[in-house]
Each structure stands twice: as structure tokens, then as C-alpha cells.
């Protein structure tokens, strides 16, 4: 099994090993001819690999797996050596007479790594030698494509005595299919059913093709099943023999192919049955499909495809989509009882462990029946292993090939290095898609040119793995968006039994000195001194505020290059205005969202929070503000106004960009800032503020003749706790009747409140009950 995803590293890490060894060692006096050479053997190398069947000499590339990482260090060595140059540059001198001292510098030696390159090369050349062999005795023996293991062949017959949780949705799927059919002018309206592999869409669609309803709406029932191999002949040979019950097709041509199923089909209506289609070459399908469509001498017929891609069902352009979901695990312990005791009842020791058990299961019907399999008969402290260790390797070995063919499925090594890779993370981790693509990028699986290149391929990766079912929707934002993913257990059990051997490399010690790192994923803590220095730093997440030297907020000053999200804690550790604009915030045009916090348990008489606040001035792109902690009394000009001062223009800026406020635990806060001229605003979260006593008209902003709606695209409005808040004012203006005010307005949430008296009578006619 793990052949396959071994060739995917190795093809993966011989091209870049190819691309840097061009690229950097030839730069090394005295490295020109062990360079060359090197890159030589790589280029070969990857030759062989093209030609190398996957799985079949996994010994042979576990050899050149290791040979291939052996000169990945020595680039790791050598980048090291090219960085040090830069960084001599910028040491002291003291730094630099040390440096001529330190165990390391041997390291990095060019003679050293010449001789490394050398063994490397010798390694390389006894490997090729014995992989040609390989490749040419694996010829030999098999002349035939190379194509992937095929699936077992499903039939319309099979009986499934345990079918769970279906029966609303076979009948709502045969309604789908019989209006849809009967009302579309087309010759044939094709309908998909779309899941991961396990989901037992094979099943569900063999109730379908059975129901009564189906049978009387249509004259022909014809099952075939596809898999990898889409070749319309083949298809047509299978439908005729379907519809002529004969063994075999005694015809070659696909003219006399097409002749015989005109005449079967005449003046017959059929619904076709296409189960494991994996075909998205859009071409192939329409070959099919007008073929088909041009023999059929009536309308209202149906196909129905099963398949593991959504892709599949965008090619075949399908009327209807039926995207599979998972059981419950109710569901998926009634398939377990099921299978375990059949019609006998449950001891009660068994019932608590089997709903864990079902639980991990998630949802999938096939693992269901497999572990409902494996706890026949067995005691309870089997069943008690089981809930703690899973299937052994032979129980589950089942699922794992029936999942695998969609690993197999991916069409470049590179997609299947990516895949293996998600192993590193946690069963269940949400993952997030920027830093799933940037690790890719790090670790070189993405070949494209330039960064921008690399993300636009790691975005269609991700597509593709979502596809494939291999990837999952964990959250969306409140617009659709998707914020990450996750991996079922079961895929993830499935990455990680043919994953390689390589996991992410460790930060050096050093870390100010990578003047080259662009990705940075510290979760909350505490960061080294001197990060300032890092200014190709593209994504710094989390930044908590100092009290030495090298660690104060002025470290995020140079960093212009940011992008994304940014939180900036213990920001009472910072002096005043001046201190808090070195982090020069309105530089840092590609941050989206800011969230910014002070200690809120922090007991102090006085603070310096406004003047701090003054000083962390955004960029006018930004989306997404939060504050919380902070412990003023007003909000300063800038954030009271929702609008940033423009010094190279002298003017002050609105910041429309803004989607999502939220102001919490901001205790001595007396004034809420002018937010309803914000036109883009559409999620407002107020919480904590304590000492908030009404909600005046400045809440709404300027008011005058030009303005006609106030907060225009606020949907979601939330204000808790606010205990001596008493009143909430309308608009004023002498023209307020015409003033429109949250008409998108859909969730209104408040709780929390014991004194407030007055509210607004506004039209909350676009409210969700």
C-alpha cells in the first residue's frame, strides 16, 4: 500500500533537490563538478521514477527516499552557508570573530560538502542501476497499462439485510427522479449521488433502483458498473447486454454496437443505473452521452451516476445532486446491534461501550458494519479494547482499500505527497487552508513560479480534496466562506498508514536570524527577542507585548509584509501614544483583521489606554476589529469616528472596509463609537461594557439631508451585559421619517440588561424568528 505514496515523496523531493541544485550549488567555488554531476543522476533519477510502477519496488525507493533526503541536507547546509553570508552582514563584530569559533562552522565547509555530494553521488548511481533493472523486469513480465486497482464490480441484485436510517431518503430521491424526469423536455435528465467512499452510495441507490414507484415510471432498469476505466464502447457493450440478456456482444464495431441498441431501445423509456463513476474529462462524457441520446428514440429516461467527486457531477452536468451524508451515531449503533446480535437483546454492559464505539465511527455506514463484524461474539473487554484501540490492521484492512481508491485516484505525486502530509496533524484538528498551503510551500510539495503561483495551486489542491471527499468542511464564516477543515478518522487513519517518514523541520534556536522566513505559527506565546528582524514575514498570528528590549510592540514595525490576521496582547505593557505607533499598524495594508487586547483583570486607578489606542491606527483595508480589555473612558478620534487620519493626503479616511466589530470587556467605556455610517458593517458585537449608561444619537453617526440609511448593510446586531444602560435613543433629524434605519438588520440579540427603559421603535421587519 505505502509504495505508492513513497514514488509521490520521492518524485516530489528529487524535483526540487533538481531545481536547487541548479539553482544554488554551483554558486560554491569549488562545487561545479560534484554539482553538476549530482544534478545529472537527479535528472535520471526522475526519469526512472516516471517509468517506475508504484508499489512494486518499495524497497527500491525506500533506498532512494533516504539517498534523496541525505542531499536535502546538504542544500539545508548549504542554504546555511549562503544565510550566514547575509547575517555577517548585519552581526557585530564581536558576533563575527565568535562565529569563526563555533562547532558548526565545519558544517558548512565547502570541501565538507563536496564530499558529501560525492558520496551522495556514488549512493545514486548503485541506485539507479538497481531500479532500471526493477523497471525493465516489471516491463517484462507485464505489457499492459499500469492502471489503478480497480474496485469490486457492484451488481443491482445484492442484499443489504441491514439498511439504516435511509428508507425517507430512498423515497425522496425517487420522487426527485420521477418529476424530474417526467418534467424535463430533455431525451435524458441525469441525476448524481455524491460521498465519500464508505458511505454506502452504492447501497442507498440499489433501494432506489428497486422502489415500486421506479419500476412502474420506467420500461428498462439497466445497472452497470463503471469504476476508473471510462470507455464509452465498453459502457455500450454492457447496457446491450443488459437489455438483451445475452452473455456476450458478437459484435466489434461501434457502429453495429450503436445499431443493436437503437433497436433495444425502441420505444422504451429506462432509467440507467452508472454506479463508481471517477471520469471528469468532460469531452469523453459528451462522446457518451450524444451517442446514447442519439439511439434513444424516447424522452423522459434517467440516469443516475454514483460517485466519490463532486467534480463527476459537475461533468455529467447532472439535473440534481445528492450529496451523501453520515449516519448518526444512533444510526450507526443500530447497524453495530444489527450486526453484533442480530434480533437478540443487547446485554446492558455492551450499551455504553458500543455508543462509544459508534461515535468513532462517524457517521460512516461501511466502518459500522465492519466493527459491527469484529465485535461478534467477543467478550466485553474486547469490545472494551476495540472502544480504546480501533480495529487491528486485518479488521480494518477493508475500509482502508476501499478508501485508499481515492487516493489513488490523484493524478499527480505531488497531490498525493499532500495528501500523506495532512498526517501531521491531530485526528480532529480543524485545519485551517492558509496554513495547511504554506506548510506545502515550506516543504516544497508545490511547483509553480512565485509564491502567488504557489497559493493559487495550493487553493486548487484543496478543492480537489474536497472533491474527493478527502478533506471536509469544518467552518464556515457567517458568509460562506470556508475558515477550515478537517479530516475524517478514518482518511486520517488512511494518510497516516502511507505516509513517509519526513515531519515538519524544528525553528533554529536563532530564530531572528532566518531573515528569509515568511510563515510563522506560534500559538499564543511568548515570542524570542529581536523578531523584528524577520521582515519577509508574511504570517505572524499572535504578538504578546514585552517588557525587554527586543520584545516590545517597536519589533512589529518593520514587519510590512503581513498579512492576514494579527492579535496583539498585554498591550498595558506599552508607555504611551508614541511607543504604540512604532508597531506603525497603518503600514500593514494586507492585515484583514486585528484584534487587540489588554489584561482585563488587571486592578489599576488610572490607564493610559486611549493614548495607547490612539497610536495603533490601522490600515483603511482592514475587515475585522476587535478590542477588548481596554479600560478607557472614550474611544480616541479614530476609532470614535471610524475614520483614520491619510498624513501623505491630510485627510481623514472612513473605515468602509469594516465588516465585523466587536467591543468587549471594556468596562469604563461611557461612549459607543459612530458606527452607523459604516456601509459595509455587517456583524456589530458589543459585550461588557459596563459602564455604559445610554446609546445616544452619535451611535448612528452624522445624520443629515444626504443621509437616508443608517447601519445599510448591518445583519447581525448583539449587545450583552450592560447592566446600568437605561436607554437606547432614535435617530435625531428634523427629516428623521425618512431615514431607514437597519433594514437588513436579521439577528438581534440582547440579554443581560436590568435597567434599560427605552428602545426603539424601528421596522425590524427583515428579523429571523
Not at 6 to 18: D, E, G, M, R
Amino acid at each position: 500500500m505505502e509504495g505508492e505514496a513513497v514514488a509521490a515523496v520521492v518524485k516530489v523531493l528529487v524535483q526540487n533537490l533538481i531545481d536547487h541544485t541548479k539553482n544554488e550549488i554551483s554558486l560554491i567555488r569549488g562545487l561545479d563538478k560534484e554539482a553538476e554531476k549530482l544534478a545529472w543522476s537527479l535528472d535520471t533519477i526522475q526519469q526512472l521514477l516516471n517509468d517506475a510502477p508504484g508499489g512494486a519496488i518499495k524497497s527500491w525507493l525506500r533506498k532512494l527516499e533516504d539517498v534523496a533526503f541525505d542531499a536535502d541536507n546538504v542544500l539545508d547546509e548549504l542554504n546555511y552557508h549562503l544565510l550566514s553570508k547575509q547575517i555577517n552582514s548585519i552581526k557585530p563584530m564581536k558576533q563575527k570573530v565568535l562565529s569563526c569559533f563555533s562547532p558548526l562552522s565545519h558544517i558548512v565547509h565547502p570541501r565538507s560538502i563536496a564530499l558529501k555530494i560525492q558520496d551522495i553521488n556514488e549512493n545514486l548511481e548503485s541506485i539507479y542501476k538497481e531500479g532500471a533493472g526493477l523497471v525493465l523486469e516489471k516491463r517484462l513480465a507485464n505489457e499492459g497499462p499500469n492502471l489503478p486497482h480497480a474496485a469490486f464490480e457492484t451488481d443491482s441484485f445484492s442484499h443489504d439485510p441491514i439498511f439504516i436510517g435511509r428508507d425517507e431518503l430512498v423515497s425522496e430521491i425517487v420522487e426527485v427522479i420521477n418529476t424530474g424526469s417526467a418534467t424535463n423536455v430533455r431525451v435524458v435528465s441525469i441525476f448524481a449521488i455524491v460521498g465519500m467512499g464508505g458511505l454506502r452510495k452504492t447501497t442507498l441507490t440499489r433501494n432506489v433502483f428497486h422502489h415500486p414507484k421506479i419500476k412502474t415510471h420506467f420500461g428498462s432498469h439497466l445497472w452497470v458498473h463503471v469504476s476508473q476505466i471510462f470507455d464509452p464502447i465498453i459502457l455500450f457493450k454492457k447496457i446491450l447486454i443488459c437489455l438483451t440478456s445475452t452473455d456476450q456482444v458478437k459484435v466489434e464495431s461501434r457502429e453495429d454496437i450503436m445499431k443493436k441498441l437503437q433497436e433495444a431501445l425502441r420505444d422504451k423509456t429506462y432509467l440507467l443505473i452508472l454506479d463508481d463513476v471517477w471520469n471528469q474529462d468532460r469531452p469523453k462524457w459528451d462522446d457518451f452521452i450524444n451517442s446514447l441520446v442519439g439511439v434513444t428514440s424516447t424522452k423522459r429516461n434517467a440516469i443516475v451516476i454514483t460517485t466519490r467527486n463532486m467534480e463527476v457531477a459537475s461533468t455529467v452536468q447532472s439535473l440534481h445532486t445528492h450529496e451523501r451524508k453520515g449516519l448518526s451515531h444512533e444510526d450507526c449503533w443500530s447497524i453495530i446491534k444489527a450486526k453484533t446480535f442480530e434480533k437478540e437483546d443487547i446485554p446492558s454492559k455492551f450499551e455504553a461501550i458500543g455508543m462509544k464505539i459508534a461515535t468513532r465511527c462517524q457517521g460512516l455506514p461501511l466502518a459500522a458494519n465492519v466493527v459491527g463484524g469484529a465485535l461478534c461474539n467477543k467478550s466485553e473487554e474486547e469490545w472494551l479494547s476495540i472502544e480504546e484501540k480501533w480495529l487491528s490492521h486485518d479488521e480494518g484492512d477493508h475500509i482502508t482499500k476501499i478508501l485508499k481508491l481515492s487516493f489513488d485516484n490523484l493524478s499527480l505525486p505531488s497531490l498525493k505527497k499532500c495528501f500523506v502530509s495532512c498526517s501531521i496533524f491531530p485526528k480532529g484538528r480543524k485545519i485551517k487552508s492558509q496554513e495547511l498551503i504554506e506548510y506545502w510551500m515550506a516543504e516544497g510539495f508545490l511547483v509553480a513560479n512565485g509564491s502567488s503561483e504557489m497559493e493559487y495551486l495550493g487553493d486548487k489542491f484543496m478543492k480537489v480534496f474536497l472533491q474527493n471527499s478527502l478533506l471536509q468542511v469544518a467552518e464556515r464564516d457567517d458568509y460562506g466562506n470556508v475558515e477550515s477543515y478537517v479530516m475524517h478518522d478514518l482518511v486520517h487513519d488512511l494518510a497516516c498508514s502511507i505516509s513517509g517518514t519526513r515531519k515538519l523541520k524544528e525553528l533554529p534556536s536563532s530564530l531572528k536570524y532566518l531573515v528569509n522566513l515568511r510563515h510563522l505559527y506560534i500559538k499564543k506565546s511568548s515570542l524570542p527577542a529581536g523578531i523584528g528582524s524577520l521582515t519577509s514575514l508574511r504570517t505572524l498570528e499572535y504578538f504578546i507585548v514585552g517588557a525587554m528590549n527586543g520584545c516590545k510592540i517597536e519589533e512589529l514595525g518593520s514587519l510590512n509584509s503581513l498579512k492576514g490576521t494579527l492579535e496583539i496582547s498585554n498591550l498595558e505593557r506599552v508607555e504611551n501614544k508614541e511607543e504604540a505607533e512604532q508597531a506603525r499598524l497603518s503600514n500593514k495594508s494586507k492585515i484583514f483583521k486585528l484584534r487587540l487586547t489588554w489584561n482585563m483583570h488587571r486592578e489599576v486607578e488610572t490607564t493610559n489606554d486611549e493614548n495607547v489606542l490612539e497610536g495603533l491606527q490601522p490600515d483603511s483595508n482592514m475587515k475585522r476589529l476587535e478590542i477588548e480589555g481596554f479600560k478607557g473612558k472614550r474611544f480616541p478620534s479614530w476609532t470614535g469616528n471610524m475614520v483614520i487620519e491619510n498624513v501623505s493626503q491630510g485627510c481623514w479616511v472612513p473605515l468602509n472596509k469594516l465588516i465585523e466589530i466587536k467591543l468587549s470587556n471594556c468596562s469604563e467605556c461611557e461612549e459607543i463609537p459612530l458606527f452607523g455610517q459604516l456601509r459595509n458593517l455587517k456583524s456589530l458585537w458589543l459585550e461588557g461594557l459596563k459602564n455604559l449608561k445610554e446609546i445616544n444619537s452619535s451611535f448612528y453617526g452624522l445624520v443629515n439631508e444626504e443621509t437616508r440609511i443608517i447601519f445599510p448593510a448591518l445583519e447581525r446586531l448583539v449587545l450583552v451585559e450592560m447592566p446600568k444602560l437605561t436607554e437606547w435613543a432614535k435617530v435625531e433629524s428634523p427629516s428623521a421619517s425618512d431615514v431607514k434605519v437597519f433594514p437588513n438588520l436579521q439577528h438581534l440579540e440582547i440579554s443581560k440588561y436590568k435597567q434599560l427603559m427605552s428602545f426603539p421603535n424601528y421596522s425590524w421587519s427583515c428579523l429571523k424568528i
